[in-house]
């Protein structure tokens, strides 16, 4: 069994920056893929990033290349999602998640997850 708890959200300003960290405990997460999804009211829940066990294979959403970037510590057992350039239509709840896939292009789906964390809300202001 998995815990995630998420961390970092709030309120910023459009362009601005947020740095998300989930923190897991009970089984060490050394061999999942490591996810963020996120969910904006009224919408599906969608894939934002994964990142495996090393942090040596990443995958993004095509709406957040080249302003976010996942990263993991198995050290500290966090998992960090850095958000820079936001935008009003980021705003939404935030969650993580960690799938038994090894395969970071796999796990890409919530389907493929098998636990999540509570969720931590970001809201962009335009």
């Known amino acids: 069994q998995v815990q995630l708890v998420e961390s970092g959200g709030g309120l910023v300003q459009a362009g601005g920056s947020l740095r998300l960290s989930c923190s897991a405990s009970?089984?060490?997460?050394?061999?999942?893929?490591m996810g963020w999804f996120r969910q904006a009211p009224g919408k599906e829940r969608e894939f934002v990033a994964a990142?495996?066990?090393?942090?040596?294979?990443?995958r993004y959403a095509d709406f957040v290349k080249g302003r976010v970037t996942i990263s993991i510590d198995n050290a500290k057992n966090t998992v960090y999602l850095q958000m820079n350039s936001l935008k009003p239509e980021d705003t939404a709840v935030y969650y993580c998640?960690?799938?038994?896939?090894?395969?970071?292009?796999?796990?890409?789906?919530?389907?493929?997850?098998?636990?999540w964390g509570q969720g931590t809300q970001v809201t962009v202001s335009s």
């Open positions: 009970g089984r060490t997460f050394s061999t999942y893929t």
């Open positions: 998640a960690a799938s038994r896939l090894r395969i970071v292009a796999a796990a890409t789906t919530s389907s493929t997850y098998d636990y």
């Open positions: 990142v495996n066990w090393n942090g040596g294979s990443t």
